[in-house]
């Protein structure tokens, strides 16, 4: 695995580092917590959970802090599905006690969102004690959470220590680890897209990075079936998978290497959740299944050839006061954000489109090269989600797959990302191909 020196600037032309100084991943590791909350010269410790995971290992992490002389107070979320919003911050602010000089949450993805912020708030150290392998946000110093009903991300604390405690996580229901390999999957899409923006945009990239996350990336599918009866073992490499693509995020200082469009169609799937009250899954799910439609489409564009002439027409009839009805109609109030993106960003601007449309061109068998060398086939891809009995529709989990060209077109609005339905757009080929990949 590849290791990198915080103090040794990288031939990408960085210095790659990580927020995160601690991550123990072994068999009783929540044993080792009081050595930390020592070593940052704290006194009393913040146990934050929520019904379904303070009983996990609350009273325990309590007991052997007292074992150790150090005191600690404690707030437990009522809710059986809490939600990352205001309402959970503000009560957690609220509860906080004051006497407390260091944090440490159980839990996945809300529990940690939220505990991030309180972190950030406060400035005190902050540990946490991941309650499955689910998702590859601990190490982040941001939070997603809901404002006023609409998916943001906002400034937190990344935290200083995480425990994967493996006889917590190998007691997690499967399907919190399946959800946490759907994380990981997506780092297939991710790395070809930000080869392919690199490539067209001159974005900045770093191969080291990306092979790092490659790596991470195997690891975990060599080992996918093994879940499944939640050896140890795939417990591990999932969970230090999803520890090492946070870090990459950190290294390179973007969320390219773990990211591209298929965490944008679980955002958007997310998004019409919030709005419209429509069936969600967990994001880990709604990643694979956005990766599995992603490699659909990079299958079906590898037969696309260019025609510079169509994409500047389309680009120049392009109505966006139209299409940001549409996006409105699809999403709710969410696409207020998304259309005032365009304002900063520009990406519909036809001047900039013709520069892109010529590099487009002039690489596309560039193109091509790098999307079969990061993307697995769809018959391979579909393999692996069997491997772990993994959905492979979202029908298997209660969703709507009617309207999946639309949402591949509301992907583009999302970030100020280069990804697929950006290149789709500026082939000028966007709305005649979601028709013929995914149904009108």
């Known amino acids: 695995m590849i290791e990198f020196d915080p103090n040794v600037v990288c031939e990408c032309g960085k210095v790659h580092k990580t927020d995160l100084e601690n991550c123990v991943v072994k068999s009783g590791a929540i044993k080792d917590i009081p050595l930390f909350v020592k070593k940052y010269n704290c006194k009393k410790a913040y146990i934050i959970g929520d019904i379904n995971t303070y009983p996990i290992a609350g009273d325990k992490i309590a007991a052997i802090l007292a074992e150790a002389g150090i005191p600690s107070a404690h707030h437990i979320f009522p809710d059986r599905r809490l939600e990352p919003d205001e309402k959970a911050v503000g009560s957690l602010l609220m509860a906080y006690d004051a006497s407390c000089d260091i944090i440490i949450a159980i839990g996945s993805g809300v529990i ?73 999957l997506a780092k297939y899409i991710a790395i070809c897209e930000w080869r392919i923006s690199n490539l067209i945009n001159g974005e900045y990239y770093c191969e080291h990075v990306a092979q790092y996350t490659r790596e991470s990336l195997k690891a975990c599918v060599d080992r996918a079936p093994g879940l499944l009866t939640r050896d140890p073992d795939s417990m591990d490499a999932l969970f230090t998978g999803l520890i090492n693509c946070g870090k990459s995020m950190d290294y390179a200082g973007v969320s390219r290497p773990a990211a591209g469009v298929e965490h944008y169609f679980s955002h958007i799937w997310d998004m019409r959740g919030l709005e419209f009250g429509t069936p969600t899954s967990s994001h880990g799910v ?58 900063k960003e520009h990406k519909y601007d036809v001047e900039k489109h013709k520069k892109r449309i010529d590099v487009i061109i002039d690489k596309w068998d560039d193109i091509l090269k790098i999307i079969d060398e990061e993307l697995p086939t769809l018959s391979e891809f579909e393999a692996i989600l069997d491997s772990f009995e993994a959905p492979k529709s979202l029908s298997e989990v209660g969703m709507d797959d009617s309207n999946l060209g639309m949402v591949l077109k509301s992907t ?27 149904g009108k």
């Not at 510079?308 to 940001?324: I, R, S, T, V």
């Not at 990804?419 to 028709?435: H, T």
Request: net charge negative; hydrophobic share 45%; aromatic share 8%.
């Open 112 to 184: 940690n969102d939220i505990s991030k912020i309180l972190a950030h708030r406060t400035g005190h150290p902050y540990i946490i004690v991941a309650s499955a392998a689910y998702m590859d946000g601990y190490a982040s110093a941001t939070s997603s959470m809901a404002l006023a009903g609409v998916k943001v991300t906002v400034k937190a604390k990344a935290p200083e220590v995480i425990i994967g405690d493996l006889d917590i996580l190998s007691g997690a229901p499967v399907h919190m680890a399946k959800a946490g390999l759907g994380d990981m």
């Open 412 to 438: 583009k609005d999302i970030r100020d990302k280069y990804i697929l339905s950006r290149l789709l757009w500026d082939l000028g080929i966007i709305d005649e191909f979601c028709d013929e990949v995914f």
């Open 286 to 343: 709604q990643c694979a299944l956005g990766t599995l439609y992603t490699i659909k489409a990079y299958d079906a564009l590898k037969k696309v050839v260019p025609n510079k002439q169509k994409a500047l027409d389309y680009a120049a009839n392009f109505d966006f006061e139209d299409w940001g009805r549409q996006l409105t109609e699809f999403v709710g109030k969410g696409a207020e954000a998304m259309i005032a993106l365009e304002a």
